[in-house]
């Protein structure tokens, strides 16, 4: 597959040898996420057909450039169609297809209602709006719930609509509200294929309707929807909706003697008003990831730190909510550049072609191909790599930093775990993380949640396991300290300890940066006591409580804090000793600061020198 800009946009190029192409239409937000991996696979398997395939994000979205408002997905159809040019454009080829899941399908048949488009494929399309927003609203207030965040902290302006971690413009999604397929005066294309979900979905009605306007419509079950339709991590392959969908799009695809030519930029890039991004392959093509250089030159690499932005968990690099391409062009406009990659088996890597679960995949390997990338980065002239991960890139990211002192710095938020056994996949290390004795200890208290008990919704056994593993470790704790630690060493949390201070003395500067609620802040009590006091010994790691953040920064108010304290942490880290001093506002000795970040109205493009004060004068004790 090849890398490729048009108009703005970035995608890949999957190309074919024969005579039809296929443009893929990404689904609403945080579902291009969770089927990032799904898609790739289609392109590759009807690559293989002999069908060139173009997969790409729209403006605001993936790597693409960005937008000046809000997302509006009403402008989607016509992106396609833009797509659809580009892709005759470079390869000749006149009989294009379209294809779709879930919110793309129907953006697939409102643009091949504006143009010629010989077949479209939708995969458990959005027939009607008005269904799918109630669908979507009730998964976003169930997120809110799950992360605690009352409507006092939310901050979406009146134009925005917010939707786990995406803000799209209210008027569009309110336009787009009425849609209803099964209303339209047309079918999409003379030939549709309408994969359905089983889920009420009304795909029988929209097939009804196609053939009363004079389409062929082939109908196929989509097996396995809701194990599909998961983060990134949990998520499964639809084998066999894939091979239906190949199948039906390869069909009477002839064969050219030889494989086309395809034109276009040898060396694609986006440039944004403070950015120039360039994708980026290493480890002998094995690796994938994307450049982002300040567009206006600045200090020289040998001179300036770079951030290895690490993966959060199976996520691909535009990270959650496209948090990692906003950290890596926010930071960009602050002069710093960074690399936001994919380990091998996730995303646009090469191992990624490979069919198979990324929950799979072993922690240590993505940190053997962090610790890779930061050789990489060093290579080409930085002097200082700074890696940032979330869960499990958090965790990744301090394994890559025990072996390989190019990493000179650490940022970690909600790290998945401090230390778990070689090979532990991130599904196993899921698995192993039992849960928060914090929040075991405020459900006791709940009648409700008694009565769950009672009625066997919940079980006893995995919060007493848990309760039971923290209540012990603090008990060796205490007797280490009348034995100079030395009952302490055979623990999980003396290895624990013992790597962050060799990391420490070795001039590694490590910001920790926690949700309250979050079950990582009870590993780091555990392995360092209540409010983390052991860190106090040590002179340059540091850790943030943020009090409306949630594990995967999804929070726009959040993210501001996030990015603040990258740009702070990595001023400090690689051009002042200010590491050494306790923050403004924070008792001396005491390992957590509870911060409530930086004022929420505060824009992070606008960050300054000043920001680091504003920020440590917003912080208070616990």
Known sequence: MKPVVFGGHFGWLHPG???????????????????HQTIRQLAEKLSERGVTTLRFDYLGTGDSADLDGLLRPDDWAGEVLQAVAYVKSVTGVERVSLAGFRFGALVAALAAERSEIESVAMIAPVVSMRGFMREMSILHQTWLQKAQITAADLHTPADAFDLLGHRYSAEAMETLGKLDLRQSRHAPASRVLLVHSGQRDGCDALAAHFEACGARVDAAPFEDFLETFQPGWQTELPKTVLKSATDWLAADTALLPHAGTLDGDASPSIVTSSAIECPVQFDDG???????????????????????????????????????????????LLGYASLRMDADGIGDSQGAAVPRSIGSLPLDGIAADLSRAADWLAGHGYRDVAVFGICAGGYAALRAAQSNPTIRALILVNPVGFLFPDGCSMRAAANLQSGSPRAHLRSMVRAGKWAQVMRGQVRLAPVLRTMWRHARAHARALIAAWTNEAFDTATQSYHVRQAIRRL??????????????????????????????RLRKLARVRALVFRNMDHEVLDRVARDHVIAVCHSFLHEAFFTTAMNEAPAGATQGQGVTTSTGVNAGDSARHFDAGLRAGLRRARKSV
Do not use: Y
Not at 17 to 35: K, S, T, Y
Not at 289 to 318: D, Q
């Open 504 to 533: 420490d003395a070795s001039g590694v500067h490590i910001r920790m940066l926690f949700s309250p609620r979050d079950h990582s802040l009870d590993e780091l009590h555990l392995h360092f006591g209540v409010s983390g006091h």
């Open 286 to 332: 094995r690796l994938f990831g994307v450049l982002c250089e300040p567009a206006s030159k600045g200090m020289p690499r040998n001179t300036t730190p770079v951030l290895l932005i690490a993966n959060t968990a199976g996520t691909h690099h535009v990270g959650d909510g496209r948090f990692s391409v906003e950290l890596a062009r926010q930071l960009a």
């Open 17 to 35: 040898h024969g005579d039809r192409a296929v443009v893929l239409c990404n689904p609403l937000g945080h579902e291009a996420m969770w089927l």
